[in-house]
């Protein structure tokens, strides 16, 4: 049904001065899958009527809620009607617009953390189960070409059993009370009313986790942390450090900071095995090198010999030439675009396919990380365990 | 007039199985400026249309030739008429293509070489005289904000006095003879009559020159050169040695090749003045590294601290999100929707500015680049002088 | 007294077949300050022959026990007696053989880790007060000239009060069983008897420990660790991860690992502050790099222009060719001979000092470190205090 | 004859102040190969006088002048002679003290460039035959182990048939006029009666033409070059770029310059065949870069696995502890020790042998290279053919 038009796509949030929203335009538009026909960008209603004009839109399908958005579009035919929402609003809005965008018959692209705590994030479960309708998360970084060989390589055993796994993700960027001094992106990210129960460790704790359990194929079964606010005044935590146990007997560390003074996007990720290791560095994102006991060390290239068949369809250019964060995003986009058209509404297809893309069960995970993580920090117990339930 | 809409693109060149075509449409749609209309993708009808189809093309926009397509858009009103044409089809036809595309009246964004010799670059020159209507060309690697730091930073005199100018641009794909395996890209690219007069010369010995004369504001003078076509039975060079003197004493190299087996795309610049230099490589290219007599290196980064006014307007992500080669290009895109919307055909703004691109200056000064590398290895002369007429 | 001649040397342990022994050596041989004139090799009598007369030493100086040395140096004149001990034995022979060395009357050097356990270094503590001798130990990377730039960084503020302190220290060579495969620095390390309490914790977690609290200035207060043994049916640990508080309310992780598959020699030093922070790596020792929230990253490199004063000292060639691990070691051995040269023994110079080595201070708090890192994994406890009575 | 004892060293010049003769001192005393018994430090007495008793020699091996040196040492028994004489002077200084001391009856290990021009590098090679001694030059980089691996790997065949040769030797430090502001490394350098024909040239361009044709096993048969002098007043060249072509079809460049501000000594040499190629950087000498057509890059790195059988006695210290320059300098100290014990005067073992060090051939050749890239700058001839007799 969708074959040959581009999917139609309503974005909640967004507005003029956002950060993430323009770049869900940009990964949206990149492969010619969608294009933006509705919004509810903001609250504020000039700058959402202002946002609505600067991308073009229609005025009729501009809205100042999303809930005048889902009834408009609900009344529109097949030839005119969305056929996804995606939501780029602070936090506190992620479980309330997707469950409301789900119930009322539209798949869901909403940005991380899936939701304010696991309560909420079990609620969106509930409604992606109850309506049927396609649920992904924008964990950016599972999209990256190198995190897709990273972790087909891991799954084929080319390292053996997997005895270490260290995450990081180190930013600089809140080393001042930013909150304080009239940034926006600062200031709802450490108010627990809009950013939810973790600071850092929400925004990009969450990140980290969702990237290490993904890509080693391992579960995160105990942790113990320290978490720690620096910059006076905060509300929620700015420097997070955990040492986590997986299941099958790897042990590790995640770290994730925000007040890493002069860092930019560190999300590093390391992991060895039996017999050799892998390191994939964000800002370096085109280059996976892989370590090993007994021959020299090798630099894999996205677009060069010896990728893995479920890495090459998330390229789109020679090697040499870098993709960056948008490309990684849009091949979530692609995931999703593909799904919608050619299955119809599902969980997604295997880990690995060009179809996958992350939904419920890293959504579910990385909250009850945070609320584990939090749990154990306020405890004088050495480990917390960390369980999911996933129905 | 353009304001508030998409752009109108058609696309000559670019069918099923082209390399550029598809970076061409993702470049332009990245940021919203642009909508592809209309196209001629190819000589074969049946790939041409199924090009049109699966880029969701009107039939009646799709054509045979770029002749019926301009005789058709001519007829078009204002609202459905093309506002550019992109020509993206092997060398030989970017000279008559452009020709006729301004003559008709259209504003033309071509990929390099502008021509297959420079009296066909002249004659596009005459045609944009002529014709008054806006031409760029793809010397996407001018697009890369770091390379606008890089310019911006020599301009205003950073480094002092310049002396030094050296460039490389290294690929290995041509090592084996793909050109007589059935790799299109091959073929065509070392076929006298569809390359022009330069193999690996004008494929890629263009864009290093461009780009030294580009961040460097001065102009080779004089040069002498090595031409060499390593793999057997190949009939045009694949390896470029080149000494250069530049205008104001600096002296350098520039080297190309396509014959550095495993090497991937590796385009580096370096140039030092009396305080200090620069190097800038595409394949990291979200970092400039600056060095100095009297204090440390210094690693600029896109979106980090220090940066020129120039390069921001080149950015779309924070520090730390690496963008690449398809943002490089949907920067040149940018900028030539920006002059069209907001100018109407010109020259460009001055270099530096969100509207600048690379035009005919560029283009006829690499043609002319090409034939005294030619003509020099071809001679026992030491130096063989560069001097381009510019009308 | 020492002047105008160079110091003799008596070495214990180092016989063929040992690794460190001949690095101390060329250390000590490196600048012309030190000449080795006898030893105790081997307990083997045949690999203590051999070793000495490959050495060049004389029969006579070649003694089957540190002890025979000993007392055989104590019947020389001035002119011939030794002016110090290196001991490069495994671990448990260092402190009998320090405080043997040092009750009769000579200066030691030690390989670390200073003792089997605590207690052990209290004894050395002893006796080195009792003495009145110097006492130096093989932290080696604290010899390297880019970690004392990083800790006159640190302390002369640039970064502000510090925040975020991680260190991590990761080898591979043990990721198989080699110590059942007859690979004898594999089998002592991995033996408690001869290694003491700490496997990787002992071995490299040590040198970890005391890099991080020597640059950052900083002491450890408290840490909650996870201990592992990964290769069945070794005795040992060999892999670490540690959440560890500083004084002044720095935070950070330690991870030392010898499991880490591929991995060669990798010390890793990371410290934040307020407004910026470093990283210095082992592995390409002459970059200090730093990052700061307001300005571009600076690459300071020895040789280079910005050192510190007290940096200088320790080099001994121009920039960018490369000095490395002999090197450092070098300036270890040479801050020794620089204070008995010139002041006879002392606790050593200030740190930065050219006549600074690490002595009992972190000795001491190193074997505290790995009995609190041992006590803490072995209980359900949190955080386990480090405190360390330096008497 | 000499085994079981150090080798007895004499060094002509050196003396306080001077840069390269701490280098050779310390590569000498590195391994216990080598003791200095004797000098002629400066043509300064005190200066002499003064550097003599800071290295703890005997006053009465310290002499005024080489001739002094030499007599003395000929009527000394076996037990005191010297080995070997080390010649580190100012260029214009190392022909007729080699002549001496080869004509005294003593192997020379002499600085390079071997002479101030090819007539008086003809005479060395004359003394040469002449004494039947040992004569070895400081072609410093190709005693580090990493280059040994590249030339065993090119030797062998691991990248096919060699097409691209391109070395490089960047420094920066003769940005500024420090020849006429007393800086007394500046001042020889750039005086032709002191330094020979070639400034930047002879200095490094000569180091950056041994190590590309040591590696590659080819020879350069012609060449055109640019010569050029940035610094006004300077009487030598401080800049050259060279087209070379080598014997089997390579085609290349060689780059020397001393003006590019901010550079520290980034000598790099790569190669290409028709499979691969090599990348080497002296300032991050322990990992040799392989690239490949068909399979990934790949880092050997020193102590690491697959390591030729050549490279393994180059080695020192395990995988992931830097080795550096002064350590690749011992190297050749250590080949010439070994032959000079095991073997007695040789033209030294093969290359890549334990004993293997530079010597004639590249002395001779590299003073060609020298008088050759002078000529055809200063003609107007494209090609110079560089030919060099032997004998």
Not at 93 to 112: C, N, Q, R, T, Y
Request: aromatic content about 6%.
């Amino acid at each position: 049904m969708t074959n040959g038009r581009k999917l139609r796509l309503a974005m909640a949030g967004g507005g003029e001065g956002a950060f993430i929203g323009a770049i869900h335009r940009m990964a949206a538009a990149l492969d010619g899958d969608w294009e933006l026909v509705a919004g509810a960008f903001s609250s504020d209603a000039g700058r959402n009527r202002r946002t609505g004009a600067q991308l073009g839109l229609s005025p009729d399908r501009v809205h100042a809620t999303l809930d005048a958005l889902l009834a408009d579009e609900r009344g529109r035919g097949p030839d005119e009607r969305i056929d996804a929402v995606a939501i780029v609003t602070p936090n506190y809005l992620h479980a309330p617009m997707a469950i409301a965008a789900l119930d009322a018959g539209f798949p869901v692209f909403s940005e991380k953390p899936m939701a304010m705590n696991l309560a909420e994030a079990r609620a969106i479960a509930d409604a992606v189960r109850r309506s049927g309708q396609l649920y992904a998360l924008a964990f950016t970084y599972s999209g990256y070409p190198m995190v897709e060989e990273a972790r087909a390589r891991v799954a084929r055993g080319d390292f053996g059993a997997i005895r270490l796994i260290h995450v990081e993700y180190i930013q600089g960027w809140l080393s001042r009370p930013l909150d304080r001094e009239g940034n926006k992106q600062a200031e709802w990210r450490t108010d627990p009313a809009r950013a939810g129960l973790g600071g850092c460790l929400g925004d990009i704790g969450t990140h980290a986790f969702q990237l290490a359990e993904h890509v080693s194929g391992h579960r995160v079964e105990a942790l113990s942390a320290d978490v720690t606010t620096h910059v006076a005044g905060r509300m929620l935590d700015d420097d997070v450090n955990v040492l986590v146990r997986f299941d099958g007997g790897a042990r590790g560390t995640l770290r994730a900071t925000q007040v890493a003074a002069g860092e930019e996007n560190g999300l590093r990720l390391r992991i060895h095995g039996e017999r050799g290791g892998l390191e994939w560095s964000q800002m370096e994102p085109n280059t996976l090198t892989l370590r090993w006991l007994d021959r020299p060390a090798e630099m894999v290239r996205a677009g060069g010999p010896g990728l893995a068949d479920t890495t090459l369809p998330r390229l789109r250019t020679p090697s040499g030439h870098p993709e960056g964060y948008i490309e990684a995003f849009g091949n979530l986009y692609r995931a999703v675009a593909r799904l919608l058209r050619e299955q119809g509404p599902t969980d997604g297809e295997p880990i690995g396919g060009a179809g996958w893309f992350p939904g419920l069960e890293p959504g579910l995970r990385t909250m009850a990380f945070v609320e584990a993580v939090l749990a154990n920090a306020a405890s004088n117990d050495k480990w917390t365990p960390l369980s999911v339930p996933m129905r």
